[in-house]
């Protein structure tokens, strides 16, 4: 008689969230030791590599916290360290008279230019899903992060689904439905930004009309 395995746990769900927890726990050490590297906390190597994202644009305090979805305080804290360390330097803001923007200094700019890119192991993570598993994979994600934004866990993002250029599903028979005005270009699901330079937020109303579109389809 042939052995069944033993049945113990368990939702689809659950093996989802096991796995993404296995990836958190790596990147949060990987975010620890690359830090660590250059005497610094995880929020502080954060706060330079966000700064470095968004350059030659500054941003202030409030926008950081928004960003990193982090306390006002926190944020504060680490900039107080950042400065005092000279890896950043804080300067009277054009956008505003009464506000601070925060500068990355040389050296900052050194520290975040070295760890822009993703570790090799993690890349080849990545790589080792074909083309349609990393789609697949990167539409869910960007589902994901939707429903966390949703539940106001994380800022809303610089991602196509938030974009007042994106148009989903505006041809829908092709291999690349969407369309991205800004670019003017066609893109596939596996183009999807999650953090895009371009991006222009859409109004509140357009953002809805946008997920209800991108999400009604099926996978293209
Ligand atoms: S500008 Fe960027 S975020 Fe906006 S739709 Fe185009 S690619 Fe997506």
Redesign the pocket.
């Known amino acids: 008689m042939e052995a069944t395995l033993p049945i113990v746990d368990h939702s689809v769900e659950t093996r989802l969230l096991a796995g993404l927890s296995k990836i958190a726990l790596i990147l949060r050490h990987q975010g620890w030791t690359e830090a660590g590297e250059h005497g610094l906390t995880p929020t502080q190597s954060q706060i330079l590599s966000l700064l470095w994202s968004r350059r030659p644009t500054a941003l202030g305090v409030s926008e950081v916290a928004g960003e990193l979805a982090l306390t006002k305080p926190t944020v504060s804290d680490s900039v107080s360290a950042l400065v005092r360390k000279e890896l950043l330097q804080k300067e009277r803001s054009t956008r505003d008279a009464r506000a601070v923007d925060l500068r990355l200094t040389p050296r900052g700019e050194d520290i975040a230019a070295g760890s822009a890119g993703w570790p090799e192991f993690l890349t080849s993570a990545v790589r080792s899903l074909n083309p349609r598993e990393q789609a697949v994979f990167l539409r869910g994600l960007v589902k994901m992060v939707h429903s966390l934004q949703q539940q106001g866990y994380v800022p809303v993002s610089?991602?196509?689904?938030?974009?007042?250029?994106?148009?989903p599903f505006r041809d829908p028979q092709s291999e690349q439905p969407?369309?991205?005005?800004?670019?003017n270009?066609t893109?596939a699901d596996h183009?999807?930004?999650l953090d895009?330079?371009?991006?222009?937020a859409a109004s509140g109303e357009q953002r809805i009309l946008t997920w209800n579109t991108f999400a009604a389809e099926d996978f293209a």
């Open positions: 610089r991602m196509c689904v938030n974009c007042a250029s994106f148009q969407h369309f991205c005005e800004a670019l270009t893109m183009a999807l930004r895009c330079p371009e991006f222009t």
